[in-house]
């Protein structure tokens, strides 16, 4: 996606840096599609700088303009002509409206559980599966324990210290210790109700909290692993936050020589994704569409997947903001005011962004009929977002906002003017005459 030049070598760096964000977690799965979304986007970009530099010097006079192009009939009218001169008649009204309907899809965020997978992601039909729900339900035998003890203690003593559970609201029973291996044994407390629910995570805590002092326990299971993993991505999210939303910020200052733009894009990438999750509440928690998208409902959003989505998502929006802005900027340089600067940008772009668009989302849709709940949500999470990002946010809420906004779009203070000049990414030549961004 996106096109050569600096503009498409940003674009490309923006996915690189927002997927860098998941490097900050000690999580190996996570650092493993990090390194894998960074190492392709890097070769992506060497490729477009190389390979596709000597592909249009070699057939580059068989490539022409349309006949449409030629005639200039693409520059004046079209669909995305229209549409912005409508969105520039009302662009108040238009902002404020997308922005309602965004926080409106993102609301069911707030009620959002975290789960991580297990059977519940797998087709109930699956025989593994049945006999699974079928041992959980009659025998009381569940695929993991929600709670496992595990002592650097005999079986005897084990027992003698687990049977002050048995009185907890949270334990229906505690089963016998067993021997694991030399000098270790195990005990499993089992819970009421869902292995990951409130009550089973509540029963963690108080467990770790009244370990003996004579000897080394472990708390294991289900519940516990929920625990950890909370516990990781509370601890790491906000560093990966901060890389991510910086690198998005420095990349687009290089870019646009504004401050005003960062902080409007990344604004609008944070309220897109919140509409997304949303989403993902809706069809994958609450169960919503699922006989039409034929999804599975797991009651729950798998935290892995929530942290995939954001990095792949955020970058994605940021890429698209990218490809506007650049033909935007180049129209106010080359002498345009603002107002007319946005339309001629969006006209431009416009059916770039949409077949781009298309394109991710027969990837993302494929995705989403994997049968498996985590896969599915990483599927219909990516479709949901790219959805919104190229029809709401790209062609409604940006040029709404830069519109409002007007010159104020490029100002920056006068230190950071400067860096701009001697840093910024520019794709005119040097030895041509540039007209200045207005301020």
Known sequence: MGHGGPDGDVQRLTVAAALSGLMVFNATGLRAVAAGGVAASLVAMTTALTMAAALMSLFGGRIHPSRSALRGEDRVGGFFAKLIGLVQRSPLLVAVGIVAVLLSLGAPMLGAKIALSGTRILPPDLESVQVTNVLAANYGRTERPAVLVVAQADPARLSTWAARWSGDPAVVRVESARPDGAGLSSVVLAVR????????????????AERPADYRIWVAGQAAELVDVTTLLREGMPLAVTVTATAMLVLLFLLSGSITIPLTAVAMAVVSLGATFGVLVLVFQEGWLSGVLDTLVVGGLDPFA?????????????????????????HVSGGLDTRDAIRAGLRDTGRIITSAALLMLVVFGAFGTARMGDIEQIGIGLFAAVLVDATLVRCLLVPSVMTLMGKANWWAPTPLRRLHG??????????????????
């Open 193 to 208: 109700g869902d292995s990951q629910g409130p009550a089973a995570l509540g029963l963690v805590d108080r467990v770790r």
């Open 306 to 330: 929530l942290t995939v989505i954001f990095a792949f998502a955020f970058g994605l929006s940021i890429d698209y903001e990218v490809f506007l802005l650049g033909r935007i900027r180049e």
């Open 422 to 439: 001697r840093f910024g990414l520019r794709e005119e030549s040097r030895h041509e005459p540039r007209v200045e961004v207005r301020q």
